[in-house]
Structures are given as C-alpha cells and as structure tokens.
C-alpha cells in the first residue's frame, strides 16, 4: 500500500499525527498443515458443549462439521438462552484462509440486525485499522466469541461462552490461521482465561490453548470511539501484529 493511502487510513483512526513507519510485506507462504489440532480441538469442544438437551456438536463417531455444516449448525442452534432472544445468529465472515482472523465478543444490536460482525461506527474503524496495516476485511477472517447477541449489549455469561466455544474452535481448526487479534477485553478474558486488563495483556503473544495459535490482544474499536487517545496504543499493536505476521 502506498503511504498516501496508508496516511488516509490512519487519519481516519485518528492518528494523523504519527510518523509512518515502513512495514515488511506479510509473506505470502504455505499454509500450515491443514487440521493437525482438530483431535485435540474436537475433544475439547466436545467436553466443552453445554448441557441444554441439544447434543454437542462434536461426536466420536461423526466426522468434524465442514464449512457448511458448521454455518448450518450454528443458524439453527439453541444450545443456550441468547437463542431465544436473538434476531439472527452472527456466525463470522472473511477469507476461510486467513492468516489473521480477528476475533471479538459478541454481536451488538446492529450485527444482531444485519448477521454481520463489526457493522456500524466501530465497524468502519475497524475497517480503517486493517487498512492502516494494508489489509482489506476480506483479506482476514471476523469473527466473535458468542454468535448470538446478549440483550442490551451486556457481557458474556460463562455458559453462554462454553456453550459456543465449540463453534469457534471449529472456526479456528477449519482457518488456521497464523495468528488471532482478540479485540477488547471481554474477547481477551474468555479466549486466554483470565481476568487481566487488556492493557496488560497487550504488547505480546500469548496462544490460544485449545488450537495452540499465536493471539495478540489489543482494544475494542467500540472502546476506541470512547477513548480516541488510545488510538496510538492500537496502532502500536498493529504493528506488531504485522510484525508477528512476517516472522512466523
Ligand atoms: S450464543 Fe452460541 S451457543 Fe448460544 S444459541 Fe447462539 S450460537 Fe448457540
């Protein structure tokens, strides 16, 4: 990307103000061997499927769910109460290869209308940050931790996060992709377990067990329309992330 582009994407995230800095090119290499964790993926889904009288979506004897049977699975799934309460599930759009798949917590009222993730204002900015880093939404893979929205925006419940983790292990088995960028801490608590802050989980890699994929963890972009001068810190996250990327 030229840096005049690069320039207007960054000054719509509101970062005019900073020096650009040349980045590596994110190699265009081999992707790693497709699935080699589903085993360990599957298993742990399947110990992870809540209890709510629909089977787990994983079974010894039944082969792991492809693309299309996962997006069917997920369209029609009532394993916890957010089913009841949704428009639409929200199951996640991008590049089914991606190398960086984004990964945040849960629908809001706009998502929940439209059946896609990161609509709306913290949408667009998210879009911007991609950009800023030469990267197009449909160069990487959104997704979030709950594919229902809870009512009134309210955090995650913990049953509610283990009774759909399934379906983004599988997400992440099928994509493998070489890295996770979970935004806000909601995405950060429940994909690394903890209880840390984002500011002190942010500025390394950490991995995400299940899939053992290399996850970096920075702000929500909704956090960001609130708090603009921690846009700098973002952008300093992305470029590690771009770093991250090149080295691996
Ligand atoms: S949030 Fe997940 S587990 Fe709960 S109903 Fe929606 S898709 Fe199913």
Not at 3 to 14: F, P, V, W
Not at 59 to 79: A, F, G, N, Y
Not at 103 to 117: L, M, N, S, Y
Not at 194 to 221: F, I
Request: hydrophobic residues 35%; proline residues 7%.
């Amino acid at each position: 990307m030229l840096d005049a582009q690069r320039k207007a994407y960054l000054t719509a995230m509101g970062i005019e103000t900073w020096r650009l800095r040349t980045h590596p090119d994110v190699p265009v290499e081999e992707k790693k061997q497709r699935l080699s964790d589903e085993n360990r993926s599957a298993h742990h889904s399947a110990n992870q499927a809540s209890n709510t009288g629909d089977p787990p979506m994983t079974t010894q004897d039944k082969p792991l769910p492809d693309w299309s049977e996962l997006i069917e699975t997920v369209s029609t799934c009532r394993q916890c109460a957010l089913s009841k309460t949704r428009t639409q599930t929200v199951f996640g759009v991008g590049n089914q290869q991606a190398d960086l798949m984004i990964v945040g917590e849960a629908p809001g009222g706009e998502e929940d209308r439209q059946g896609q993730p990161f609509v709306g204002r913290a949408g667009q900015l998210l879009t911007a940050m991609l950009k800023a880093i030469g990267l197009s939404r449909e160069q990487v893979y959104i997704a979030n931790v709950l594919k229902c929205r809870p009512p009134g925006n309210r955090d995650p419940m913990p049953q509610e996060v283990e009774a759909c983790r399934a379906y983004l292990d599988r997400q992440i088995a099928l994509i493998q992709p070489r890295l996770i960028l979970s935004v806000g801490g909601v995405s950060a608590k429940n994909l690394l377990q903890t209880d840390q802050p984002v500011g002190r989980l942010r500025g390394r890699t950490h991995q995400y067990a299940a899939t053992r994929t290399p996850l970096m963890v920075t702000y929500h972009p909704a956090y960001l329309l609130r708090r603009p001068e921690e846009k700098a810190k973002v952008w300093m996250d992305l470029q590690q992330v771009v770093q991250q990327l090149a080295i691996q």
